[in-house]
């Protein structure tokens, strides 16, 4: 028997303010996108920004469903989108700002399992990591050089 050990480095930046300006620009997009987001449901509501290789921007915001399977998250939304209108272009970093109507979220809110798998997905394809930065509405935002931070045993195509 051996054992293995894993270790992920994140960034912590204390507040908003501290963030690189073309960081900052991104944050604002997934916050604007979050005002987008349909959450009756839940309540909680979700945007993202994905910056790509040629300049562009994507964004998304979850949608819900009242068949709760069949709704989509933020990030989800934005990478599959980008996958589909900007196939070819690298996905360079994502931003994605959470928070509940129901009460404030002060703390750093990172993809759930599924978004995770699915930016593996993208980062495996395009032989390149996506730089992830999360937040809550306000307070701390932490910085994941790659999704492989937050996975770091994918699950990808290498084992089909």
Not at 17 to 39: C, D, F, G, H, V
Request: glycine letters at 6%; a negative charge.
């Amino acid at each position: 028997m051996k054992e293995i050990k894993i270790e992920s480095t994140l960034t912590v930046f204390d507040d908003f303010n501290e963030l690189p300006k073309n960081i900052a620009s991104l944050m604002e997009q997934a916050m604007e996108a979050r005002l987008n987001a349909y959450a009756p449901y839940s309540q909680f509501l979700v945007g993202a920004a994905i910056a790509l290789e040629n300049g562009e921007v994507v964004t998304g915001s979850n949608q819900e469903n009242a068949s709760y399977p069949s709704g989509l998250c933020a990030e989800r939304t934005a990478i599959y989108y980008a996958g589909a209108k900007y196939p070819g272009v690298a996905m360079k970093t994502m931003a994605i700002v959470a928070g509940s109507l129901k009460n404030k979220t002060t703390e750093p809110i990172p993809p759930c399992g599924a978004c995770r798998q699915a930016i593996a997905e993208y980062e495996v394809k395009q032989e390149d990591s996506i730089e992830l930065y999360f937040m809550g509405e306000t307070g701390k935002v932490v910085k994941s050089n790659s999704l492989a931070n937050l996975l770091p045993l994918v699950f990808d195509k290498s084992v089909l």
